[in-house]
């Protein structure tokens, strides 16, 4: 028997955990688990097998929401179709204030949101700045068709699906995230970002990513990154068994939290992501580490503030 977990932390993160062949000890883990989603409503949904969430359960939203407007909502989505792990209006204003007060994002600015989810961080910008320009992509189909609903009056909001391949959120996906290239042109973006994003991907596809923001940006734009990162901090917090995420084990110069899903979460070496976005033509501006490390911080994931070099 194989059950799927979605373990909700600081009502922003989505964290699913796999146990097969469960034994009584397995059903004592998965209460333990359980703790992380408040609510029963949260507990009944993190029931769900993902497989099942975003396959069937994936296409039967997607019709629900491009032929009725039974989950139209107001300003948010109904709750239970949302995937970044709660607190849509609430998070989505936070990571923009984050990306104000830390990477100097303002109105007037031309965006590119990789990964734009169900558009929690769109609906939160449009509230805040009356001129952006907004290009969001993303791999969840039924995520992007939402945003295209709700934003349909608002054409400087623009969302596309890309359908690249995650073991994670899109496993029927035809794509490959390492040779994907962003559609925008280059040189078009003043601000490029990423959350939650780089956490679910391996390091050959953020390496192309970090490439394809450089591409993007004009120059002396600004990218604004959340990840994972193992530096000498997170490192004692790890070892001493604080964080839930531990990153025990290695694959293709990343660490990942679980060998059965390796998209659940990835983290990546301080120096090593630092040279990737350098040699990408990003420069590091600013690190802000994240809560996920056990340690009380402004946001749950670690986040960079880069940079476009002169170089490229």
Not at 115 to 142: E, M, Q
Request: proline share 5%; glycine share 8%; aromatic share 14%.
């Amino acid at each position: 028997m194989l059950i799927s977990l979605d373990v909700i932390i600081d009502n922003e993160y989505v964290c699913p955990a796999e146990f097969a062949d469960l034994p009584s000890a397995g059903v004592a883990s998965i209460l333990k688990r359980l703790k992380y989603a408040s609510g029963w409503k949260k507990k009944l949904k993190a029931l769900i097998p993902r497989g099942f969430k975003y396959t069937v359960l994936s296409d039967l939203l997607e019709f629900l929401i491009s032929r009725t407007p039974l989950l139209d909502g107001k300003d948010e989505p109904p709750r239970f179709i949302e995937f970044g792990g709660g607190g849509f209006i609430p998070i989505g204003n936070h990571l923009v204030a984050l990306m104000v007060t830390r990477a100097g994002l303002a109105d007037g600015t031309t965006v590119i949101d990789i990964g734009s989810g169900i558009g929690r961080t769109a609906v939160a910008l449009s509230k805040r700045f009356a001129n952006i320009r907004y290009f969001g992509f993303d791999v969840v189909r039924f995520g992007v068709t939402w945003c295209q609903k709700h934003f349909a009056a608002a054409p400087s909001y623009r969302f596309q699906h890309a359908n690249i391949f995650n073991s994670f959120y899109n496993p029927r996906g035809s794509e490959t995230a390492e040779t994907y290239q962003f559609p925008v042109p280059g040189r078009s973006a003043d601000f490029v970002f990423a959350t939650s994003v780089f956490t679910h991907m391996p390091r050959v596809e953020v390496a192309h990513y970090l490439r394809e923001t450089a591409r993007c940006l004009k120059r002396g734009g600004t990218a604004y990154f959340t990840c994972f990162i193992v530096d000498a901090e997170s490192r004692r917090q790890i070892e001493a068994g604080v964080p839930l995420f531990r990153f025990r084990y290695s694959r293709d110069g990343s660490f990942i939290e679980s060998l059965e899903e390796p998209d659940l979460a990835v983290a990546y070496e301080k120096a090593d992501f630092e040279a990737m976005a350098a040699k990408a033509g990003l420069e590091v501006v600013a690190f802000y580490p994240g809560s996920w490390r056990g340690i009380s911080y402004q946001d749950f994931q670690d986040a960079y503030v880069l940079r476009v070099t002169g170089e490229i």
